[in-house]
């Protein structure tokens, strides 16, 4: 199938992007690695006027961190550069480990992590990783002004978020661990590439054995990335042992909403999420730092 004809622009500076944004309003499209927007468009499930593909603007390729301990990944970030990390694979063992399960090696070529957070697709991974990592996506206007966007609040539904008219996702914003970090993400696919039947990522944040801070979420078991908020709780302020393992993989189960379809029953998805917390929480070597 053909797309719908639309224009396009190829902006090489912010302020030529935001106008033109102000030119075609809700009927453009941000064009970053295009690994979703493309298809869509050639399906016809989408019909922008107008294209913005923003890769001739310079500087949105990095992925850094500031000196308040936050990691920064820009709006070009590639998922092959985050893929190949020295800086992730020494400090952020959950991103480290979803990276190259991320599609197929021709869609981590260009595909990018802030655009999956802004494509949020239930079934994405990065949105999960972001969530129990407590991340933020960081919105820009016409103006320059800048907000912060958790997660949990920009991925709101079913490839919904909460940019408004005229911002541009240009980065997001892993914020500084309290204590030492380990995590992990186990993925459930029919197929290598696949997109997730079921994933969970688990991120914890620990000094002296204790945690200070634990994320959980899920993808593929509901309409949207799961904070399994519960199972956090359940984990804070305490050590690993038999007992809160149990007691969080069984809150994370219940956390997940899952539907049966052809890749499987919601019961069988449901007891994957909890084997897989127990599975990822028990394995030390896997949630090494």
């Given at each position: ?5 639309f224009?396009y622009?190829a902006?090489?500076?912010?302020d ?6 102000q030119?075609?309003?809700?009927e453009a499209?941000i064009l970053?690695?295009g690994q979703?927007l493309i298809?869509?468009?050639?399906l ?6 107008c294209i913005v593909d923003?890769?001739n603007i310079?500087?949105?390729?990095f992925?850094e ?10 709006a070009l970030c590639?998922?092959?550069d985050?893929e190949r ?8 063992p ?23 957070l802004?494509?949020?697709d239930p079934?994405?991974?990065?949105a999960?990783?972001?969530l129990a990592l407590?991340?933020e ?6 103006d320059?002004g800048?907000?912060a966007?958790?997660v949990?609040?920009?991925v709101v539904g079913?490839?919904?978020n909460?940019?408004q008219?005229g911002?541009i ?5 892993v914020p ?12 459930l ?6 997109f ?5 990522a688990?991120?914890?944040e620990s ?7 634990a994320?959980?979420?899920?993808t593929g078991?509901?309409p949207n ?11 804070a ?7 809160t393992i149990e007691q969080a ?5 219940e956390?997940a909403?899952?539907k049966?379809d052809?890749?499987g029953?919601?019961?069988y ?6 084997t ?11 949630m090494?730092?």
């Amino acid at each position: 199938m053909y797309p719908s004809r639309f224009h396009y622009e190829a902006p090489r500076s912010l302020d030529e992007a935001f106008g033109v944004l102000q030119t075609y309003g809700d009927e453009a499209k941000i064009l970053a690695g295009g690994q979703s927007l493309i298809p869509l468009i050639k399906l016809r499930f989408a019909s922008p006027a107008c294209i913005v593909d923003i890769n001739n603007i310079p500087g949105l390729e990095f992925h850094e961190e500031d000196s308040d301990g936050s990691l920064h990944i820009g709006a070009l970030c590639r998922h092959r550069d985050l893929e190949r990390s020295a800086l992730l694979r020494s400090k952020y063992p959950v991103m480290s480990v979803v990276a190259p399960l991320i599609s197929d090696p021709m869609v981590r070529n260009r595909g990018t992590l802030v655009g999956s957070l802004c494509h949020a697709d239930p079934q994405g991974d990065w949105a999960s990783t972001m969530l129990a990592l407590g991340g933020e996506v960081i919105a820009r206007n016409a103006d320059g002004g800048e907000r912060a966007i958790p997660v949990s609040q920009f991925v709101v539904g079913p490839f919904q978020n909460t940019l408004q008219q005229g911002e541009i996702a240009v980065r997001a914003r892993v914020p500084a661990p309290r204590g030492t970090r380990s995590g992990t993400y186990l993925k459930l696919e029919r197929r290598v590439g696949d997109f997730a039947t079921v994933g969970v990522a688990i991120n914890l944040e620990s000094s002296g054995g204790t945690i200070n801070r634990a994320g959980i979420a899920l993808t593929g078991v509901g309409p949207n990335n799961i904070q399994c908020t519960a199972a956090e709780q359940a984990l804070a302020g305490k050590t690993l042992n038999a007992s809160t393992i149990e007691q969080a993989a069984r809150l994370a189960a219940e956390a997940a909403q899952p539907k049966t379809d052809v890749r499987g029953s919601a019961e069988y998805k449901r007891h994957v999420v909890y084997t897989f917390v127990m599975r990822g929480l028990s394995n030390r070597e896997a949630m090494a730092a």
